[in-house]
């Protein structure tokens, strides 16, 4: 289908009910303008090919868009175990799109860092890992503050393989991301774990789908919400379990930190489960700062800001313990106590 | 002449209008251990809670005096900074923060001058080497998923580092092995001779290892017994009865 043909999607869909697609396009919804392509660079091991399979029968306005506006493509394949790749991808001028595709058949760990000035960004990101393989990708979102983001992720598990994906999301003003993961064949693993900070009028809409589609496959997900000022955040996820898909152990969590008055979060998960013998498991909380968490802190000689900042840092790297790929874990770590000091000094 | 650290006047305290201690006076000078006894619900915790500046009690009459100094407005970090110490009965759970960072902030927060990372590290090491604990415990979060006595622990080895000069533990023997109790006590004598202690318990066992120069019974939120460390010792064989009959009478 075409973009041209696509009917703007309705706001009683889950997927655009807080973030209706006028919102996330780059200009006028009829329009499919001229986009630069992000420039990607391997900044430590493996090696980029130009080029990603182009993805057909997509039928989510998303991915049709990114797909029609073009921008680079490039694809990172694996070659042996062990590997930790980082990539940077870079987004500048007005509309900025890449597609990145990975075929990860080994023990590796991609880590992507998304920054860049550009008004729009489109990311969508392309993944299969081989039967038996122990992939883990990261995904850092250290874009401007003052543009959009429209990110799509198409992830395919096969038979024995496990995945593991960590998100952080600090940068753009307005970002849907859209992470969709089907599983091939039994023995597979998928835990998701992402962290988001909320700052000034930021709006962050994660949409996290998880398809059981065979028996035998585990999923987890968490997501930590930390949101300030006047700051929303949303997590929708939606987690199916096929018929006879039986054996399936999935659950999913979202806990959001509220901040300040004016900040919302929304925590919706979502299951269809058509299967009868499985393990399937979902919650949500929402709260302020814990008082009995500050006092401690406190009575330990941190001033109330230094105290609140350490329980946000906490709160967020907590999103991440589910994770067993250390590497991915202290990256993570890394950039997210590196970007927390920065909004502490401005 | 002996040093005041610590000076509870007529202590009154209430929690949503229910009045919690009801006229404490409690004065404690430096190299002294005082110890306070009493019942379930006698207002010990109450007590502790108040001196280090816990936000939800209100003080309603009476005053706390620090190093000489009436100390009811500063906030629970001033304190903190002030040199007071409270090792608290129920220490929080921080997911997310490791012990390590956390001990660094702490003592960064609480001492004047910057903290040297190799001097820091020599320090804590010193200091987790005394209370035996595994180093594998700096990258844990701050009590998330500790025994009890590992919380115990963590609370003691916070102590040490922050170097008070006045220490308050509540219930800090509660939930200990015989082991533990053994290094949690070498931990507060190592303290205890450069400042003031207030040690809240309920068992007379920590006091094999920690000698206290006085001991305290608190009934209905006022001290209405003090002696010296026989008195923990009666207490043990003869329980609260004798001084509730004397006070009613």
Not at chain 1, 32 to 38: E, K, M, Y
Not at chain 1, 49 to 62: F, L, M
Not at chain 2, 29 to 53: D, Q, W
Not at chain 2, 57 to 66: A, F, N
Request: with cysteine; hydrophobic share 40%.
């Amino acid at each position: 289908m075409k973009y041209a043909d696509m009917a703007v999607p309705s706001r009683a869909l889950h997927l655009w009910r807080y973030t209706p697609w006028a919102r996330i396009h780059p200009s006028k919804v009829e329009d499919v303008p001229d986009a630069s392509g992000i420039r990607f660079n391997i900044v430590e091991g493996g090696e980029l090919v130009e080029g990603a399979p182009r993805i057909v029968n997509a039928e989510d306005i998303g991915r049709v868009f990114l797909s029609e506006l073009g921008g680079s493509a490039w694809t990172y394949e694996s070659t042996s175990n062990a590997d930790v790749v980082h990539l940077q991808a870079v987004a500048s001028g007005h509309v900025a799109v890449g597609h990145l595709h990975l075929s990860l058949k080994h023990d590796v760990t991609v880590m992507l860092h998304l920054s860049g000035e550009s008004d729009w960004t489109g990311l969508h990101i392309t993944g299969e890992i081989g039967a038996n393989a122990r992939a883990g990708f990261g995904l850092v979102n250290e874009l401007a503050s003052n543009g959009k983001f429209l990110h799509c992720e198409d992830w395919v598990v096969n038979r024995d393989a496990s995945l593991e994906l960590a998100g952080l999301s600090i940068g753009g003003f307005r970002c849907k991301s859209d992470v969709r993961t089907h599983f091939t064949a039994s023995g597979g693993a998928l835990t998701q774990a992402i962290s988001v900070h909320g700052s000034g009028q930021r709006h962050v809409d994660h949409h996290i789908e998880v398809h059981h589609d065979v028996p035998h496959t585990d999923s987890s997900l968490n997501i930590h919400a930390a949101c300030d000022d006047q700051s929303h955040s949303i997590a929708t996820g939606l987690l199916t379990i096929a018929e006879h898909a039986n054996h399936c152990d999935a659950g999913q969590v979202f806990k959001n930190l509220l901040l300040s008055e004016k900040a919302r979060a929304e925590a919706i998960p979502e299951l269809e489960v058509l299967a009868d013998e499985v393990a399937a498991a979902h919650g949500a909380a929402s709260a302020p700062v814990n008082p009995d968490q500050l006092h401690y802190l406190m009575s330990r000689g941190l001033d109330e800001e230094s105290a609140v900042a350490l329980l946000v840092e906490g709160f967020m790297q907590d999103g991440f313990s589910s994770l067993d790929n250390q590497t991915l874990v202290d990256e993570m770590r890394t950039r997210l106590t590196v970007h927390l000091e920065c909004e502490l000094k401005r | 002449m002996a040093e005041e650290i610590l000076r509870v006047e007529n202590l009154h305290v209430s929690v949503e209008d229910t009045p919690i201690l009801n006229g404490m006076d409690l004065t404690i000078n430096r190299g002294e251990i005082h110890v306070i006894m009493g019942r379930n619900g006698a207002g010990k915790s109450t007590l502790a809670s108040v001196i280090m500046g816990h936000p939800a009690y209100e003080i309603t009459e009476g005053s706390i005096h620090y190093m000489g100094t009436n100390i009811d407005e500063m906030s629970v970090f001033e304190r903190a900074r002030a040199g007071m110490f409270l090792s608290f009965q129920y220490p929080a759970v921080i997911p997310g923060v490791q012990v390590g960072t956390f001990l660094k902030k702490s003592v960064q927060s609480v001492r004047d001058e910057p903290l040297k990372g190799r001097e820091f590290r020599k320090e804590l090491n010193g200091a987790m080497a005394t209370l035996e604990m595994q180093k594998s415990v700096l990258s844990r979060y701050v009590n998330d998923g500790f025994s009890g006595g590992e919380k115990k622990r963590l609370e003691i080895l916070q102590m040490l580092l922050l170097k008070p000069t006045l220490a308050l533990l509540d219930e800090t023997d509660s939930g200990l092995d015989i082991d533990a109790l053994r290094i949690v006590a070498k931990g507060i004598n190592s303290v205890a001779p450069e400042a003031g202690c207030l040690i809240i318990t309920h068992y007379q066992r920590l006091l094999d290892h920690v000698q206290p120069h006085f001991v305290h019974v608190m009934i209905d939120g006022t001290i209405v017994e003090s002696g010296g460390p026989e008195l923990a010792l009666k207490l043990e064989e003869q329980g609260y009865e004798w001084l509730e009959t004397a006070a009613e009478a």
